[in-house]
């Protein structure tokens, strides 16, 4: 982690695959909105934290993983840095500006919410 690094959260992908589309982004927007406090996203269904916030956010990761019911992929060397599901449903991926390379999650979605 440097001092340069962004994150950028997406809830975007979501719902590519759902029949309600609209139910699962808001269940994305509303986690980041009472966990981290995004009242106002800097994307559509997205948000950049830089800063402070970074470290915060690999905080956020660590303690998601550890002691919550989220299930949370991560990795250290590539992009996506992070994905939290809750009930098999994406709300969160996170990429970084540092990682260049890229090696995708197995999905872990499940039609239904």
């Not at 959260?9 to 994305?28: F, Q």
């Amino acid at each position: 982690m440097s001092l340069d690094e962004i994150l950028f959260v997406s809830w975007d992908e979501t719902s590519k695959n759902s029949s309600d589309r609209g139910r699962e982004l808001r269940a994305g927007k509303n986690f980041w909105k009472r966990t981290m406090g995004v009242i106002k996203p800097s994307g559509i269904n997205s948000h950049v934290f830089k800063g402070k916030d970074v470290e915060t956010i690999y905080d956020f990761i660590e303690e998601l993983d550890e002691k919550s019911g989220f299930t949370v992929k991560k990795q250290d060397d590539a992009n996506p840095v992070a994905e939290i599901y809750t009930s098999g449903i994406l709300i969160g991926r996170i990429t970084s500006n540092c990682r260049s390379r890229y090696r995708p999650f197995d999905r872990l979605y499940r039609p239904g919410f």
